[in-house]
């Protein structure tokens, strides 16, 4: 995006950080930019360009669908997993998606688990199963290195 195009979506950046934060389950961005400059990364590398699909990620998707009206964000998680596991895109944003839905508390490894049985039928086994495998893997972690919260043991 050139200076002197107009960014139509300027006005969802603040949301669409604050909102991708917690829908994502990362740290609150103070903290997140807390981090990265104890790492060395600057500012700038934090800062999507204009108009990329990261710039438009945050404000389109984070800033305004996920807080749109008419969905929980629990029901929008159920939705959007299930679209990510019926393209077969588990590898990297499904996965990204099921550690924030267990790491949120949004849902169980019981409750994903039970998603992949119920899209078995209609968006075939092996997607079903590629879901699943994602699902006992994230699991199998967060027993592993005792970071296993369920939504039963949140308050």
């Known amino acids: 995006m050139s200076a002197t195009e107009k960014d139509n979506f300027a006005h969802l950046e603040e949301v669409g950080t ?12 103070e903290e997140m930019r807390e981090q990265a400059k104890a790492l060395g990364i600057s500012e700038e590398a934090l800062t999507p360009k204009a108009g ?8 389109v998707v ?23 596991a019926m393209h077969g895109q588990m590898a990297a944003h499904g ?10 508390g949004d849902l169980t490894a019981e409750e994903l688990r039970e998603i992949g049985v119920q899209m078995a039928p209609y968006a075939g086994w092996p997607l079903a199963t590629g879901f699943s495998w994602v699902v006992d893997a994230e699991d199998a972690a967060r027993r592993r ?10 308050p």
């Open 145 to 154: 290195t005792g970071s296993d919260t369920t939504q039963e043991d949140q």
């Open 62 to 84: 984070f800033g305004d669908i996920w807080n749109r009206p008419g969905l929980s964000r629990r029901e929008r998680r159920i939705v959007t997993l299930t679209a990510l």
């Open 95 to 104: 996965t990204l998606h099921v550690k924030a839905a267990l790491d949120s």
């Open 52 to 59: 990329s699909l990261a710039d438009l990620a945050n404000k």
């Open 18 to 29: 604050a909102t991708q934060s917690e829908v994502m389950a990362y740290p609150p961005p």
